[in-house]
């Protein structure tokens, strides 16, 4: 009995040898370290603006415990601004931190993915983008031009402009130089505005200097930190041209697909915690900006119903003229329509307003 109770032990601790022999063994071999240089369009000290492209490099060198490092470098000190999207796109860099309606100049359709005119806010926003094919276009319009980029962090609503004077009627906006971001300059030309784009760090100056009249920028808590109060004292909302507003991370698709997978999921997680933070503390600062904005005499003013109508019916009007010259923008456009008329009805009934 003990002989072939040792026999059955001998043969269970042979077949238990045998059977870590077929465990793979685990690969402890790790990916050799990642570095890349990141331009941004918005200083590291711009609020919330600044700070969620920053964040950038502290959290995936924490996510990744120093495997990946993105450098954020200052608007300028690697490419000029708007020279950032050829850059990322030609492999001189790496990375930049920035906005998809910035590069309307090259690709039009890229502005639906980053503010609408009219346009859903940050819920919704996400919801198309991610669960109503919003995505797969998105990305399959920046490929082409040798870029992954990924939406990495969503502002709340907008203000709509710094001006002078008060705003009573369409007849004042006619004429104005402003400087305006995005579709939203489309539509005011429509209404006989002269818009714009400047970088960031050109706008106070224009306006200081009367090479514009009246400018938009941000939300109250970055229009504030940018000192536009001084030089003008009539603040216009709601922001109908930028309801909710996309900022992205673009990463040279080569470089990319260059990654491990599990360097592409870290800073794919770096990017979903940055719209979490970007859109929990767009919402939270402004009660205080425009506390202090009050207390420097400016007027806070809601557009009157005539100009609203006018600017929503110019929108429809740049929508259809977009999307009947760039089968990209009508490919978007008809994404984003057909999702929100069917998300109309859950929006009415699970929403208080």
């Known amino acids: 009995m003990k002989y072939v109770t040792g026999l059955l032990f001998l043969a269970l601790l042979l077949g238990g040898c045998d059977q ?20 941004s369009s918005y200083p590291s000290s711009l609020g919330l603006l600044g700070a969620s492209g920053t964040r950038i490099e502290t959290q995936i060198h924490l996510i990744s415990n120093g495997n990946v ?36 100049g090259k690709v039009p359709s890229l502005q639906l993915f980053s503010a609408v005119p009219f346009g859903p806010g940050a819920a919704e926003y996400l919801a198309w983008f991610y669960g109503g094919g919003g995505r797969v276009i998105f990305e399959e319009i920046y490929e082409r031009h040798n870029i992954h980029s990924l939406i990495c962090g969503v502002n709340p609503p907008e203000a709509s402009g710094w ?35 400047l970088a960031t760090g050109d706008i106070f100056p224009a306006l200081e200097l009367g090479t514009i009249d009246a400018t938009e920028f941000s939300m109250p808590s970055i229009d504030l930190q940018m000192g536009f109060s001084q030089l003008a004292k009539h603040y216009y909302f709601p922001g109908w041209h930028q309801q909710a507003t996309f900022f992205e991370l673009m990463i040279n698709l080569d470089r990319w697909n260059s990654l ?27 009660a205080d900006a425009l506390e202090e904005l009050q ?26 003229e977009e999307a009947d010259k760039d089968p990209d923008f009508k490919r ?20 208080l307003d």
């Not at 008329?341 to 929403?351: H, I, M, P, R």
Request: net charge neutral.
């Open 20 to 39: 870590k022999k077929n465990v793979p063994s685990e690969d402890k071999t790790e990916s050799p370290p990642v570095f890349m240089k990141m331009a």
């Open 69 to 104: 490092s993105i450098k954020f470098f200052e608007p300028g000190a690697l490419v000029p601004n708007l020279e950032i999207f050829d850059a990322v796109s030609y492999g001189a860099l790496d990375a930049g931190w920035s906005a998809p309606g910035l590069w309307s």
């Open 163 to 197: 001006f002078r004077e008060e705003i009573k009627s369409l007849d004042d906006l006619k004429g104005l130089k402003i400087r305006f971001y995005g579709l939203g300059a489309r539509v005011l030309s429509k209404l006989g505005v002269s818009t714009q784009l």
């Open 260 to 286: 491990n997978p599990v360097q592409q999921a870290q800073i794919e997680s770096v990017c979903a915690d940055n719209i979490r933070f970007t859109l929990a503390f767009g919402e939270a600062d402004q």
């Open 295 to 320: 207390k420097q005499g400016v007027q806070f003013h809601k557009w009157p119903e005539e100009i609203m109508q006018a600017l929503h019916a110019a929108w429809l009007e740049v929508a259809r």
């Open 332 to 351: 978007a456009w008809d994404s984003l329509s057909g999702f929100r008329e069917k998300y109309k009805t859950w929006k009415e009934l699970g929403n």
